[in-house]
């Protein structure tokens, strides 16, 4: 049995590396990405570069998506040359692995419906981009049971933990509390090395010293070590990014009507740091607006 042709479109730190597994597995893969420079990597490991999200869209059987924000997702669904607009074949899937905005998600997903006949999971994904070579990403899927069933494959072919927690835009919503966790504790690890450098310990040996007690988890063991180490580059996620999804948690939480000061507090760290020029930074970089003495806001500023 073959396998699909896949469409990818967004050849970002993801996009790539998620083009790579698949063009390991052995899928054909048919690529766009708004910056073609950005496709000489998955171009070198086969994937074929065409002009336009249409173009995509018309010579794949699963159109899969990872893009910056809503605006980017909104321009590549229903822009000039967007997926829609590609009279591509009724049925068609498109997965988006892009954070966006549960609303926004809806609204996209049925214009696909509506306006090509084109249905939408939402999917998007935590664990960067080692992860996404080796297959173990984190998947949050919102879909109907049956577009589930017939991405399942596909997605298992990405991730380690794949699950469907609802209709479209469930997958999304799971997403923003994901971020939640992952900014806020970003800003926890920096602040827990900062405490464990400054009292004279040996602060390497905290994730060896805390596994397996109430304290233990994968940012812990995965993301403190890199922090404590300073080992940023290459970077495995930006923090305009993550600054991104972390307004995109509080507008969520102001609109569910819950007043969520410690994700206020770490959106609000982010902003800064991405303000003081560190927008392609590493996230977990964060400790550095510490070092730079811009934590506390105006307190600091020129140094």
Same mark, same amino acid.
């Given at each position: 049995m073959s396998l699909p042709s896949i469409g990818f479109i967004g050849i970002g730190l993801m996009g790539e590396a998620m083009t790579l597994r698949l063009r390991d597995l052995g899928y054909p893969v048919f690529v766009w990405n708004r910056e073609p420079e950005r496709l000489a990597s998955v171009a070198?490991?086969?994937?074929?570069?065409?002009?336009?999200?249409?173009? *995509?869209?018309?010579?794949?059987? *699963?159109?899969l998506m990872c893009v910056l924000d809503d605006a980017a997702v909104d321009v590549c669904t229903r822009g000039p040359q967007g997926i829609a607009q590609a009279d591509a074949g009724t049925g068609k899937?498109?997965?988006?692995?892009?954070t966006i905005k549960p609303d926004t998600t809806r609204d996209l997903a049925r214009h696909a419906l509506e306006h090509a006949g084109m249905r939408w999971i939402d999917a998007p994904v935590s664990g960067g981009p080692q992860a996404a070579r080796d297959g173990q990403l984190t998947i949050m899927a919102g879909a109907s049971p049956a577009d589930f069933e017939r991405a399942r494959p596909l997605l298992e072919a990405l991730g380690g933990q794949v699950t469907r927690?609802?209709?479209v835009g469930a997958g999304q919503t799971a997403k923003i509390i994901n971020q939640a966790?992952?900014?806020?504790?970003?800003?926890?690890?920096?602040e827990?090395?900062?405490?464990?450098?400054?009292?004279?310990?040996?602060?390497?040996?905290?994730p060896v010293c805390l596994k397996g007690g109430f304290a233990?988890? *994968?940012?812990?063991?995965?993301?403190?070590p890199r922090i404590h180490e300073r080992r940023f580059d290459p970077p495995i996620g930006y923090a305009r990014q993550l600054s991104k999804?972390?307004?995109?948690?509080?507008?969520?939480?102001?609109?569910?009507g819950c007043?969520?000061?410690?994700?206020?507090?770490?959106?609000?760290?982010?902003?800064?740091? *991405?303000?003081?020029g560190a927008a392609l930074a590493d996230s977990a970089s964060i400790i550095r607006l510490y070092e730079m003495g811009l934590s506390r806001g105006d307190e600091g500023e020129g140094a």
């Open positions: 070198a490991a086969g994937a074929v570069p065409l002009a336009s999200p249409a173009q *995509v869209a018309r010579r794949s059987d *699963v159109v899937l498109i997965v988006d692995f892009s927690m609802g209709p966790i992952v900014g806020a504790g970003f800003v926890l690890m920096s827990a090395a900062l405490l464990a450098e400054a009292s004279g310990i040996d602060a390497a040996r905290l233990d988890s *994968v940012l812990l063991q995965k993301v403190y999804d972390m307004d995109a948690v509080q507008a969520y939480a102001r609109e569910a007043d969520l000061p410690m994700v206020e507090a770490a959106a609000g760290l982010f902003a800064r740091y *991405v303000a003081a």
